[in-house]
Structures are given as C-alpha cells and as structure tokens.
C-alpha cells in the first residue's frame, strides 16, 4: 500500500527564518509528486510537481526537490503570508489519478 | 477561466440521513475526483469520474455513490450517515484522464449530529 509521511507535524518559524519541510514515501511505482498549500477553510492550492529524482522547482520563496525515498519543501525568507499547511501526495497509477495525500505539515510564520 | 465550485459550502445532517453534495469543474475539465479530509488530516480518495463512469474509487462503502453529468459537473451521494462521515468534502478536477495537476475547489464542510 502507498503511504506518505510528512514531518514536522507542525513548524513555528519566525520572519526571515529560512527551514525545510520532509515528505517520505513507499510506493509501488511512482509517476509524480505533488506539493499544495492549503488555508484554513479552503481547498489545496497546487504549487509543484515532481517527476523524477533530481528534479528542482522553484515559485518565489519556495523551492521543491525529489530524490527516490523523499521530497523536500524548502522555505527561504519566509513571510507571515507563508502561514498555512503543506500537503505532500503522490499519484502511482496510470490512466487513474488518485492522490494518496500525507497528513501535512502546519507551518506558523511568526513577525 | 472558472475553477472548481462546490455546493452547499456547509450542511448539518444527523445520524442515519442521506446527502448529496454538488461540483462543477474547471471549464474544459472532463475528469474529477472527491476526497474526503478529516480534521487534522490529509484528503483521503474516494472515487474519480471520468466521461460520465466511474474511474477508480478508494476504501469507501457502497453507500459513497456519485454521479458525473454531461456537462462533467459531478455529484456526489452518501446514504445512511455516520458521526465519523463529519469532515470536508473536496472535488477537484482535471484536464483529462490521465493528466496532472489537480485543481480543487474549496470543499463541502459537512457536520453529522
């Protein structure tokens, strides 16, 4: 069965204090990563996706990168409006695209 | 370009009734998937509709049904309601079948007394 790990379950940061959230995964086969930010009472907003290991992307003061066993989200610099939880889910089937979603990591951005 | 709306934005049912919740997909998307996402935890799969059938579905009872229109708008239907059926409910859709990103829609907040 897929499964996806996320850590820390929660993460206070203060303004401009750069840190890293984890995504672990065990999967049969994997053919993307995805990471989605989400705020309180709204839906995941997507942010990026991942194909093979190695693979970098960035949008402003994030920065995603993938190896075989993990991505990771980095923050850079980060802003009070970078306050949400980041979800981590990976699609491992063809012509079906479930996501198998993590339990997220609650990030508090504090100035 | 409209994204993903889901309808009612929040619903009070008790133990035992039926509900039915409302999608409209992203213009031009013909694929979409309903999750359900409990407090404190990620959204979990319940099934996709691709072209109006059922694309695969997740460790959900028979009594999670759905429907996809036409107009790929979906709906989706849970009979017998159980206090742990309390959670967001979220669609998301796609461009087709076999593609990626997901895009989803702010979710059904649905409470069972």
């Known amino acids: 069965e897929d499964q996806v790990t996320q850590s820390p379950e929660a993460l206070r940061l203060q303004e401009g204090e750069s840190s890293s959230l984890n995504c672990s995964y065990t999967?049969?086969?994997?053919?993307?990563l995805f990471w989605y930010r989400q705020d309180p009472g709204k839906g995941p907003e997507f942010l990026f996706t991942?194909?093979?290991a190695g693979e970098e992307k960035e949008k402003e003061r994030l920065k995603a990168t993938l190896t075989k066993k993990e991505s990771f989200l980095h923050i850079t610099a980060p802003k009070p409006e970078d306050s949400a939880t980041y979800l981590c889910?990976?699609?491992?089937?063809?012509?079906?695209?479930?996501?198998?979603f993590g339990t997220g990591t609650r990030l508090t951005i504090i100035p | 370009e409209t994204g993903v709306t889901q309808s009612p934005t929040h619903l009070i049912k008790t133990r035992g009734q039926q509900v039915t919740l409302r999608c409209s997909s992203q213009?031009?998307?013909?694929?979409v998937s309903w999750y359900q996402q409990a407090l404190g935890q990620g959204p979990q799969f319940i099934f996709q509709?691709?072209?109006?059938?059922?694309?695969g579905r997740g460790n959900f009872p028979p009594r999670f049904s759905g429907l996809q229109f036409p107009n790929y708008s979906s709906e989706l239907n849970v009979n017998a309601l159980e206090l742990d059926d309390s959670a967001l409910y979220l669609c998301?859709?796609?461009?087709?079948?076999?593609?990626?990103?997901?895009?989803f829609g702010d979710g059904t907040r649905l409470s069972i007394l």
């Open positions: 998301a859709s796609s461009p087709d079948r076999g593609s990626q990103p997901q895009h």
């Open positions: 999967v049969s086969g994997l053919r993307g």
């Open positions: 991942l194909y093979s």
């Open positions: 889910a990976v699609q491992t089937n063809f012509g079906n695209e479930k996501l198998t």
């Open positions: 213009s031009g998307h013909n694929t």
């Open positions: 509709y691709y072209r109006e059938e059922e694309n």
